[in-house]
């Protein structure tokens, strides 16, 4: 039997849900559909990192303000969501701490000296399991367990069918299928745009033992606290989709991860994920070009700090709302 929501939604990593739970909370009703295995979300660190990642990046002052303000937006979405956002700040470790601190200071950022590098208040986390599973609880949205095989729409409508046969309408589909292949059916600049993102592959492990007050980071590692112990990582390779974990880069990962705390810890299995970039590192998030589709995808690394600004993006242009002046970033037409 076919049903008609507001907004389908189609994948639930952060992305897809920061978007759905911004629009239930509005007053839509929205279905979420995900075949529910693990995403490059939910086993990420969950940082949101305006701070660092603008050092470690060497982005431009203006790349810098955009991070910020979007990490800006998380205590309201925190509080609306009922998410613990945890702001006890970040360390780096490692050379050159004074000229890292005056780059930093020079974009914006607290930064101050600490032992064997810098401490910033501007680099926050969350929890991500918990987080995933209250904003998927947000009244009004509904998680369904599918696989989506097929799309066609006109001004009117999409429809949505899954692998099982189930079949959905709606006026307002958001595509947040993270660096799933083109579904079927797109418009084919739509299509096109879906397989220019860029997967990067990233593998991480879980060590219990006791966690650091805050996330330390150094030359191609962090530890970041987790329920349990730490999570040590992360790879970036970008061109690799493939899940299968690397036992002798995981040991590396750990070593460097325990060496940079000074600490000892027992790791468990690697975990993999896959997650998709731009041309310029940015989400596309916005109106897709096509009437009614719309698209929250490719954060590269910043998934969990980029989640509410992609959402709010989002939400108006459904909405038919004068754009966030940010929106001109993400826009998905942005690469012409």
């Not at 860029?198 to 962090?222: E, K």
């Amino acid at each position: 039997m076919a049903t008609s929501p507001d907004v389908i939604v189609i994948g639930a990593g952060v992305l897809g849900l920061c978007t759905a739970a911004e629009l239930a909370e509005r007053g839509h009703v929205v279905t979420v559909i995900d075949p529910g295995v693990a995403n490059a979300s939910s086993i990420a660190a969950g940082m949101i990192a305006p701070a660092l990642e603008s050092l470690l990046e060497e982005v431009a002052p203006a790349r810098a303000a955009l991070l910020k303000r979007a990490r800006d937006l998380w205590p309201a979405f925190a509080e609306t969501h009922a998410l613990r956002l945890h702001r006890e700040g970040a360390d780096w470790r490692g050379p050159d701490a004074g000229a890292a601190i005056a780059r930093l200071h020079a974009l914006g950022f607290d930064a101050r000296e600490a032992p064997g590098g810098l401490t910033t208040a501007d680099d926050w986390r969350i929890e991500v399991g918990p987080a995933l599973t209250a904003l998927a609880r947000t009244p009004g949205l509904t998680v369904t367990r599918g696989r989506v095989i097929r799309l066609a729409g006109d001004a009117r409508r999409w429809r949505v069918e899954a692998d099982d046969g189930r079949v959905w309408f709606s006026a307002s589909v958001v595509l947040a299928t993270g660096v799933e292949t083109a579904i079927a059916g797109l418009p084919g600049p739509v299509a096109a745009m879906v397989g220019a993102i860029t997967p990067i592959r990233g593998q991480l492990s879980v060590v219990a033992m006791p966690a650091p007050p805050r996330v330390v980071r150094g030359p191609g590692v962090y530890v970041a606290p987790c329920e349990g112990g730490v999570v040590i990582g992360a790879t970036m390779e970008p061109g690799r989709r493939d899940l299968d974990p690397d036992p002798a880069e995981a040991a590396r990962q750990v070593a460097a991860g325990l060496a940079l705390l000074g600490a000892k810890g027992e790791a468990g299995p690697a975990r993999v994920g896959v997650r998709g970039a731009t041309a310029d590192g940015l989400p596309l998030a916005g109106s897709s070009g096509q009437p009614g589709l719309h698209l929250a995808l490719a954060p590269r690394r910043n998934g969990w700090l980029m989640g509410p600004l992609a959402a709010l993006v989002v939400a108006d242009g459904i909405e038919g709302r004068v754009p966030l002046a940010d929106a001109t970033a993400l826009d998905p037409l942005r690469f012409g």
